[in-house]
């Protein structure tokens, strides 16, 4: 009865120690970590791309993508940082469903949670190896975020977590970047109080310890969308919302006054393809404002090889098994004629 203890699971460092990054992973990581962090300080103006599929599904069709991201990475990169999205956790509304590659390395077996975190670190590993790619992942589990702190060099926290207290004091102890997303409900006040607790210092239990942290200066806000009373979804990325959004920065002591714009979700009403619009028109709002143009960092895109979504079982290769995705084809133009405009 109650909850039934499978097997004691390896602590991080152990992990890490088994499947170690090389010095020259070490450094590219890094260095990719300081080039994003200039933006979220004011200090350079290139866009960021937090972008890729909703959730990582398989290792191949993932690493096929980051290999086309890379070829156009270097295309871009006086402009544009690209930041692959390898989401390994899926947080599921009602806790049915696939709930990421953390779960279940292969979605069609059961779920085996050792293989699992055996299966995201070898693929954020890959990323990093042979493309050059630190990645983001969304903490969906605060506890599990150290299997992965090395390799990470954008975390965001989701519209359902965001109000919870352990994902705030863990954001807040975090050295890159920490998107925090507003909740579901679009209370844009919860917000901003998950981004002024995780840029606060804390004391706090984690893992069985008694920790400190040094409160994270990048932690910023990610606009997603909302669902209203009536349960319709509503966007928040309008020129109008910037406005209102980079008003709540200046009334707070907050540092480093960011938001990255996620264009699906609830913005798109989960429509994928309107990802395309919505990207060109948030572009077209910064280019009218330069408060705009300094708070709005950059776009989170759901995109992965093939246009929408299909049911696990299905097999088409690069295909999203969860929500929607923008086909590679259209994200390729999109993120040219980003560069083209910013």
Request: charged share 25%; aromatic share 8%.
């Amino acid at each position: 009865m109650g909850m039934n203890f499978q097997r004691k699971l390896p602590i991080p460092q152990e992990v890490k120690k088994e499947f170690p990054l090389t010095e020259k992973m070490i450094q590219v990581k890094a260095e990719r970590d300081e080039e994003i962090r200039k933006v979220f300080e004011g200090k350079s103006d290139k866009f960021i791309l937090v972008i890729g599929p909703c959730s990582a599904d398989y290792s191949e069709p993932v690493l096929e993508y980051i290999s086309r991201l890379r070829k156009i990475s270097d295309q871009v990169s006086d402009k544009i940082i690209i930041v692959p999205r390898i989401y390994t956790n899926k947080p599921r509304t009602t806790g049915q469903g696939y709930k990421g590659m953390l779960h279940q390395p292969d979605p069609e077996a059961k779920p085996d949670m050792y293989k699992g975190l055996i299966a995201i670190r070898e693929l954020h590993i890959a990323a990093l190896r042979d493309y050059g790619f630190s990645c983001a992942d969304e903490m969906l589990y605060p506890e599990n975020f150290r299997y992965l702190s090395d390799l990470l060099s954008y975390v965001a926290i989701g519209a359902r977590s965001v109000e919870n207290q352990q994902h705030r004091l863990t954001a807040s102890g975090i050295s890159v970047p920490v998107g925090m997303k507003n909740p579901t409900g679009g209370d844009l006040s919860v917000m901003m109080n998950s981004i002024t607790a995780a840029q606060a210092s804390h004391t706090f239990l984690y893992r069985g310890w008694e920790v400190v942290s040094d409160g994270n200066p990048l932690a910023h806000s990610i606009l997603r969308g909302y669902i209203d009373y009536t349960g319709k979804s509503s966007s928040n990325y309008h020129y109008e919302d910037l406005v209102r959004v980079n008003e709540l920065y200046a009334k707070s002591n907050l540092v480093n006054p960011s938001v990255i714009v996620d264009t699906n979700h609830n913005n798109s009403g989960k429509q994928y393809l309107e990802q395309v619009r919505i990207a060109k028109d948030i572009v077209h709002s910064r280019n009218q404002n330069d408060d705009i143009k300094h708070l709005v960092k950059g776009l989170m895109i759901e995109s992965y090889l093939e246009d929408g979504a299909q049911s696990a079982g299905e097999h088409v290769f690069g295909k999203s098994i969860t929500d929607p995705c923008l086909g590679w084809e259209k994200t390729e133009q999109l993120i040219f004629d980003i560069a083209e405009k910013i």
